[in-house]
């Protein structure tokens, strides 16, 4: 097995109570559609912290270890890591940082059930950002990314099975929670201002 099962579901958890104070805004949206570029851009801004969740399984994936490997593996066919997993690291990485004003959450949730689950453990986010791009924009953006970076799963096998495990997976996540859509493919600074609204209209 590669995680624990969850904690029963408590009235209130120690991780809500905690972090009942921060604002939480999930950014989600299929690969290359600039999530990490913004979230950068506002963290930078509003002094919050930003936890890309991709970033973080890449950190445990390189461990020596054999839950590492198995990650890696995952992570390379283009696959989700099991949810449990994910949930755990995003929490704990919550916790760390108690003391932030608020969160930039990238690349969660990947899926229906992780949003659920979060909820159970943690507390509902503030807002949901979801970046909207065409499938081909997002495998020119990758693929040109290849070229300049160290990634190992930008390459067009993989990357056109992680747009379909997002397209099958995470889509009813955007038709489930309460979403602001932003199309991904307009100039940087004019996403980044209406991302910058949303963070503006919780204050």
Excluded: W
């Amino acid at each position: 097995m590669l995680v624990s099962p969850l904690p029963p579901a408590q009235p209130l958890s120690l991780a809500a109570e905690m972090l009942k104070s921060q604002v939480i805004i999930f950014v989600i949206g299929g690969p290359g559609s600039g999530k990490g570029t913004q979230c950068e851009r506002l963290a930078a801004k509003y002094q919050f912290q930003h936890l890309g969740m991709g970033n973080l399984l890449r950190a445990e994936a390189s461990e020596p270890t054999r839950q590492g490997r198995q990650i890696k593996d995952i992570m390379l066919k283009g696959a989700l890591v099991p949810s449990g997993f994910v949930l755990d690291l995003l929490n704990e990485n919550l916790l760390q940082r108690e003391e932030a004003k608020g969160f930039l959450v990238n690349g969660f949730p990947r899926e229906l059930n992780q949003a659920k689950d979060f909820e159970r453990v943690g507390r509902p986010p503030n807002f949901v950002i979801v970046l909207d791009c065409s499938t081909e924009t997002m495998i020119q953006r990758l693929l040109l990314r290849g070229q300049t970076g160290n990634r190992a799963d930008d390459h067009e096998s993989c990357i056109r099975q992680r747009l379909e495990t997002h397209y099958s997976l995470c889509e009813p996540v955007i038709t489930a929670l309460f979403v602001l859509q932003i199309i991904g493919e307009e100039p940087e600074d004019a996403i980044f201002a209406k991302c910058c609204s949303v963070i503006d209209s919780l204050r």
